[in-house]
């Protein structure tokens, strides 16, 4: 069982503003373009909020829904500051921090000694310590994975966290509103509204092959999410650990011969893409199994990168648990290497304001 904590700084560049300027602590305030300059919000801070004011929005309509909205022009610097900030700190923690944008982060601590291996105390900690260097305060969510870290850091925003244990998946995700699940866009929310599927427990009676047939590839992914699974992995801004690929089939496959087909397409596939990883040494070769009634295998061993061997993997872990399968998937793990040190993220939407 994984721990990953989920931490996001609470209105973070109108933060800063009211961190420099005790004058904008209590009065609405948002960052971003003067509406004459047809402006758009970069964010506000909570009492905005309260009257609307939201991200990416026209200034001009900030301004409609808050007349008295005191509008701050941004100063990228001082965000980018605070942000490095933010980021040493979650380095101090774990080596495996995944940065999602200027103000937001995974790590995953499972393996940390610190606080008795305790996720919550650890995510408590990392809040106090940003709070001590930064005078900004952050939310954070503690969960087995990414997806539930990331609703759950929502929970107690701003200045707040909270934890779902492995004994309390089940009822948080249940109640969680579709349109909060990472991937379901405006689109896709409204069209689930008008099924009456409101909440992820109303997910949950589509089967596997209902949801592929809904929501094509994405479907997949929604049917583990709606049920609070989620394996993806940490990736840290320094390097790819693995390179792989993998196929979901509409029907399952019993077949040796077709799965070893299948395998060879994506072979190659996996091989064309490799070519971009040219400085990157291969550690060991994977071969990933999901099985019809959605339970999982890898293989995975040191091999030259051929074709062959990874037909061979598939063959030899298949035939220890010959049943039909509807996923497979294949790839390479590097070995460790520091590559590049450019930024994972893109930096947010900024308004001209700033630019
Ligand atoms: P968010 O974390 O999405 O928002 P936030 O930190 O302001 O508020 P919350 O408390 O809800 O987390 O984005 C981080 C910063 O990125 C935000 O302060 C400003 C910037 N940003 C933009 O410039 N444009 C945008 O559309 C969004 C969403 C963010
Ligand atoms: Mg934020």
Not at 221 to 229: D, M, N, Q, V
Not at 253 to 265: Q, V, Y
Request: with cysteine; charged share 30%; proline share 5%.
């Amino acid at each position: 069982m994984r721990k990953i904590i989920h931490v996001d700084m609470d209105c973070f560049f109108a933060a800063v503003e009211m961190r420099d300027n005790p004058a904008l602590r209590n009065v609405p305030i948002a960052i971003g373009g003067s509406s004459d300059r047809r402006g758009v919000i970069s964010t506000a801070n909570y009492p905005a909020r309260k009257f609307g004011v939201r991200s990416a929005m026209p200034t001009s309509h900030a301004m409609k829904l808050c007349p008295h909205l005191v509008l701050v022009r941004g100063n990228m610097r001082k965000y980018v500051e605070a942000s490095e900030r933010v980021f040493e700190i979650f380095h101090e923690y774990s080596s495996l921090v995944q940065p999602v944008s200027i103000d937001e982060a995974y790590l995953d601590v499972t393996d940390s000694d610190l606080f008795f291996n305790s996720a919550t105390w650890i995510a408590e900690d990392i809040r106090k310590k940003i709070f001590e260097r930064t005078g900004l305060t952050a939310s954070a969510g503690i969960s087995t994975n990414k997806l539930l870290a990331k609703l759950a850091s929502d929970f107690n925003k701003p200045n707040g966290k909270f934890t779902v244990p492995p004994d309390q998946i089940e009822n948080f995700i249940t109640r969680i509103p579709v349109e909060r699940i990472p991937g379901i866009g405006k689109v896709t929310a409204k069209r689930l509204h008008e099924m009456g599927l409101k909440t992820c427990l109303d997910l949950q009676q589509y089967s596997a092959s209902d949801m592929i047939n809904l929501f094509g590839k994405f479907g997949e992914t929604l049917y583990e999410f709606c049920r609070g699974k989620d394996e993806r992995e940490i990736e840290t801004e320094y390097e790819r650990k693995s390179l792989g690929t993998e196929e979901t089939y509409i029907k399952d496959i019993s077949d040796l011969e077709e799965m070893k087909a299948h395998i060879k397409k994506m072979f190659a596939e996996v091989k064309e893409s490799l070519a971009d990883y040219d400085d990157r040494v291969i550690k060991n070769l994977h071969v990933k199994i999901k099985y019809y009634d959605f339970k999982q295998t890898t293989i995975e061993r040191k091999l030259p990168f051929e074709e062959e061997n990874f037909v061979m993997l598939l063959e030899e872990r298949w035939l220890q648990d010959p049943r039909p399968i509807r996923l497979l998937g294949v790839g390479v793990k590097f070995e460790e290497e520091k590559t590049s040190e450019a930024p994972a993220f893109q930096l947010p939407l900024l308004t001209e304001a700033m630019a």
